[in-house]
Nanobody, 122 residues
Framework: QVQLVESGGDLVQSGGSLRLSCVAS????????MGWYRQAPGKERELVAG????????YADSVKGRFTISSRDNAKNMVNLQMNSLKPEDTAVYYC???????????????WGRGTLVTVSS
C-alpha cells in the first residue's frame, strides 16, 4: 500500500514560520506530482501549493510570496512546505496529496495523508 505521512504542524504566532514535510512510502513506481491542501473549520478543502516531478510549482493566490513548496532531488518521495509570515487565516489542517502510479501498468491515482494541524495565533 501507499502511505503519506505529514509532520511539522504546530502552534505559532502571527508572523512566524513553520515547515511542513510529507513522505510517501510503500509500493510506488512513479510520483507525478505532490502538493498541499488545507481545510479550515467550516470551509472546503483548498489547494495551497503543488509541485510536479519536473519541478513546476503552483500556489494559491493567498499564499504566494509567503509559502514555498519544494522536493528533494535525492528523495523524490518527499515534499516540503516552508510557510513564512503566517497569518491567523492560515490556521487549518494541512493535508499532503500525491498523484502516484503503483506499477508501470497502473494509472496514476490520488493519495492523501491524514493531515497535520497548523494553528496561527493573533
Amino acid at each position: 500500500q501507499v502511505q503519506l505521512v505529514e509532520s511539522g504542524g504546530d502552534l505559532v504566532q502571527s508572523g512566524g514560520s513553520l515547515r511542513l514535510s510529507c513522505v510517501a512510502s510503500g509500493r510506488i513506481y512513479n510520483i507525478n506530482a505532490m502538493g498541499w491542501y488545507r481545510q479550515a473549520p467550516g470551509k472546503e478543502r483548498e489547494l495551497v501549493a503543488g509541485i510536479t516531478s519536473g519541478g513546476i510549482t503552483n500556489y494559491a493566490d493567498s499564499v504566494k510570496g509567503r509559502f514555498t513548496i519544494s522536493s528533494r532531488d535525492n528523495a523524490k518521495n518527499m515534499v516540503n512546505l516552508q510557510m513564512n509570515s503566517l497569518k491567523p487565516e492560515d490556521t487549518a489542517v494541512y493535508y499532503c496529496n500525491a498523484e502516484i502510479r503503483k506499477t508501470w501498468y497502473d494509472n496514476a491515482r490520488e493519495f492523501w495523508g491524514r493531515g497535520t494541524l497548523v494553528t496561527v495565533s493573533s
